[in-house]
């Protein structure tokens, strides 16, 4: 069982529609961060948080998705308006610090499919 | 910008046999730290093992890789697959870059009886 809970396990949306999901990375973890595992099972990183701020985001997040991690509330990331090409695997990961060596713990994941 | 190269996205083979999963990385920084992921399906993704360290064999749950900084490599090994064995592999860098690991693409070991 993953210390990162993420939620829900799956999510269905049609074209055009929001999608949210949303993560608790594991206890004293500052570093969130969520990767979109796409059809060819490649991580695409797409945004990254210390605590509540933005360290590091792709293009393809800030058009059209976003994502906070706000004080004592889980984090989130929200598609504002789905496509086809969004349907994947949205794993959430903490980090304890911002090292080299500080290795990830990943959540199970929220496999989206949009329909 | 740092790089991992896995070259093989599918490895085939029989119970018993030896494994071994080839990644490659590119970094300018010379204190690169190497991981390897597992991700069975409908799991999550956890660490298998990692190293920083030149030349040291690392060893976890019947594996090891080993930290060649000369050729800049850390391939997977273990001596005698298990059916349990299969799953995704995913070796990643992190080096004072950023914040975030990079992730090569991901190599799927599937073991057959």
């Known amino acids: 069982n993953s210390k990162v809970i993420q939620t829900p396990r799956y999510l269905v949306k049609g074209q055009g529609q929001k999608a949210k999901m949303r993560c608790i990375p594991e206890?004293?973890?500052?570093?969130v961060f969520w990767y979109q595992q796409n059809k060819n099972n490649e991580f695409k990183f797409l945004i990254n948080?210390?605590?509540?701020?933005?360290?590091?985001q792709i293009d393809m997040t800030e058009k059209r998705f976003s994502a906070e991690c706000p004080s004592n509330s889980p984090c989130s990331l929200e598609i504002q308006s789905s496509e086809a090409g969004d349907s994947a695997l949205y794993l959430c990961?903490?980090?304890?610090?911002?090292?080299?060596?500080?290795?990830?713990?990943f959540g199970s994941g929220t496999r989206l499919l949009v329909i | 910008g740092d790089s991992v190269t896995q070259k093989e996205g599918l490895v085939t083979l029989t119970e018993g046999l030896p494994v071994m999963l080839n990644c490659t990385y590119q970094t300018i920084y010379s204190n690169a730290f190497l991981f390897w992921y597992v991700h069975y399906l409908n799991e999550s993704p956890r660490l298998l093992l990692k190293s920083s360290t030149d030349n040291k064999r690392t060893e976890h749950q019947g594996f090891h890789a080993t930290l060649h900084k000369s050729s800049s490599s850390f391939h997977l090994q273990k001596s005698s697959a298990q059916l349990s064995d299969s799953a995704l592999y995913y070796c990643a860098l992190g080096s004072n870059m950023g914040y975030k690991l990079t992730f090569g693409t991901g190599t799927s070991l599937l073991v057959d009886p």
């Open positions: 206890k004293g973890h500052p570093v």
């Open positions: 990961a903490s980090r304890k610090g911002q090292g080299r060596d500080s290795d990830y713990t």
């Open positions: 948080f210390q605590n509540q701020e933005v360290l590091q």
